[in-house]
């Protein structure tokens, strides 16, 4: 400033804003609420995603694992006694990785040893009803007539979501986020041929 001029503001006297810079100032208030609405948006898309992709992962665990517990329980059954309920639910339990006195599988509800079904079948493949009375019962029926309608030459376990009953209906997944829809899974049949039964040579009930 010159000697012997005035200042035109005294001092602690601020300028009045135009409005140009009223818009200017609140300018950092308006891109603060859009940065949220676009992180929450954002943050959405990132949960879907991320969750959709454990869920599918999950799913594809039981679906997989489906399998391998219809050849166990098939394994099973082929060589165990079918008049024996005690040894039936034993390897249904041992089937789906449970206890017997504690029947909750790794899977959760989704299958359970209650899920497994097991039927016999006769050299047609149709399901021998009514069972023969004993292993040794059916020796005789195979060895006296091979293909006859009471004789066990196939074991076959599926996945049904009524344990027991005229037809098997599929297993639903469940998906843990209710967001994703619940599945119709495969009935996961396997036939093997008749083993022992539970027939110890030479003596079986």
């Not at 959760?108 to 009803?129: C, F, K, P, Q």
């Amino acid at each position: 400033m010159r000697p012997g001029l005035r200042p035109l503001l005294r001092p602690g006297l601020a300028l009045p804003l135009g409005p140009g810079r009223r818009r200017r100032a609140q300018a950092p208030r308006r891109r603060g609420g859009a940065t949220i609405v676009e992180f929450a948006f954002a943050a959405s898309i990132f949960l879907t995603l991320m969750f959709g992709a454990l869920e599918f992962a999950r799913m594809l665990f039981v679906w997989n694992s489906m399998q391998e517990v219809t050849r166990r329980a098939a394994r099973a059954a082929v060589v165990s006694n079918f008049t024996d309920n005690a040894a039936l639910a034993q390897l249904k339990a041992a089937a789906v990785f449970a206890d017997p006195q504690h029947p909750t599988s790794i899977f959760g509800t989704d299958v359970g040893a209650d899920h497994i079904r097991i039927t016999y079948l006769n050299r047609d493949l149709a399901e021998v009803s009514p069972l023969p009375a004993s292993p040794n019962a059916n020796l005789a029926n195979c060895a006296s007539t091979p293909a006859a309608a009471a004789c066990i030459r196939f074991v076959r376990v599926q996945i049904c979501a009524n344990g027991s009953g005229a037809a098997c209906e599929a297993v639903h997944y469940s998906p843990i986020v209710p967001v994703f829809p619940a599945l119709s899974m495969p009935l996961f049949p396997v036939i093997i041929p008749a083993q022992s039964l539970g027939c110890g040579i030479p003596v079986c009930p």
